[in-house]
């Protein structure tokens, strides 16, 4: 297994320094859970944590700011594709994009402010996170889940790969469960049980180019739209580039509703992500 330079060195920085991985939920579609965490840390992340719980904070702020101003048409920053493409083909509409940052940033920033001396590295579906990364100094480096895995490979041929005593098989803290489906298609109203504070025709949801620019038109015909859901991937993240699965997008988004089921059963005591962990963290979009 060949290994880019740009891939080696950022492998040789996991073995060497203190670094956290911000595993994407949808890792379940490519790989099995607990045992991605025993082969994070093999490579050499000291801490790993996912997204749920960042979602749970954004979740938390589109409710509040669906509330605060019930005229605002508000569009969900999370896809940094979606946002980019609103940039691009509807600049007119940049305005309606929320200020909030994308899970992986606020993670990361919330990471960076408890452990101000490691590295974040995000694991993940999706190519747009890597010029994301670049754009927001929390995310020191953006891989998918193709290069996660060639980097195991690489690393248990070339002497990286390190097995440990007394292994932790669990996510470190900040842990969430219900919004484990973040990656799904409608995630982000289902999660934040928009149903209370909107009704059905005031919310659109939209995966997939052409059902976006549809959603869009719609959006911008009709003001009563107040919440545009969407994600530039067809399915959602689970259908992200980065994904090695040849599987159809229903059985990934089984995948990912099986480990969230799972999951709600779990006990899981210390690593639960409370609110007031966060409570001085900025959400903000740069
Ligand atoms: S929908 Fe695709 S482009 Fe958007 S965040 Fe998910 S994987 Fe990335």
């Known amino acids: 297994m060949e ?3 740009e891939l080696i060195d950022v492998l040789k920085t996991i073995n060497k320094e203190k670094v ?3 595993l994407a ?4 579609v490519d790989f099995k859970y607990p045992k991605i965490i025993l082969e994070l840390r093999r490579i050499g992340f000291n801490k790993i944590v996912e997204l749920t719980y960042s979602a749970k904070l954004i979740n938390k702020e589109i409710h509040k700011q669906i509330l605060e101003n019930k005229k605002k ?7 940094p594709s979606v946002v980019k493409y609103i940039e691009n083909k509807y600049p007119e509409l940049k305005k309606n994009i929320m200020d909030i940052a994308s899970p992986m940033v606020i993670m990361a920033r919330f ?10 590295v995000f694991v993940g579906p999706c190519f747009s996170k890597k010029q994301e990364a670049k754009e927001n100094k929390e995310v020191d480096y953006a891989l998918t889940f193709k290069e996660i895995n060639d980097m195991f490979l690489y690393a248990k041929k070339n002497g990286f790969y390190k097995k440990q005593e007394n292994e932790n098989k669990h ?14 298609s409608g995630a982000v109203a289902e999660t934040m049980n928009t149903r209370e504070i ?3 025709e005031e919310m659109i949801i939209a995966d997939g180019i052409k059902e976006i620019d549809k959603a869009i038109m719609k959006f911008k015909e009709n003001k009563k739209v107040r919440f545009l859901d969407m994600l530039f991937c067809t399915g959602g993240c689970v259908g992200g580039p980065g994904i090695i699965s040849t599987e159809t997008i229903e059985q990934r988004e089984d995948r990912v509703i099986h480990y969230r089921d799972k999951s709600k059963n779990e ?5 639960f992500g409370k609110f007031k962990y966060a409570e001085n963290l900025s959400l903000k979009r740069k």
């Open 3 to 5: 290994l880019n330079t």
């Open 20 to 22: 956290i991985c911000l």
């Open 73 to 79: 048409q508000y569009i969900c920053g999370n896809c």
């Open 25 to 28: 939920p949808s890792f379940v």
């Open 267 to 271: 006990k899981l005591g210390k690593n």
């Open 171 to 184: 996510f470190d803290k900040f842990y969430n469960d219900y919004t484990k489906i973040y990656p799904l």
């Open 198 to 200: 909107l009704k059905p």
């Open 111 to 120: 990471m960076k402010e408890k452990y101000p001396s490691h590295i974040i």
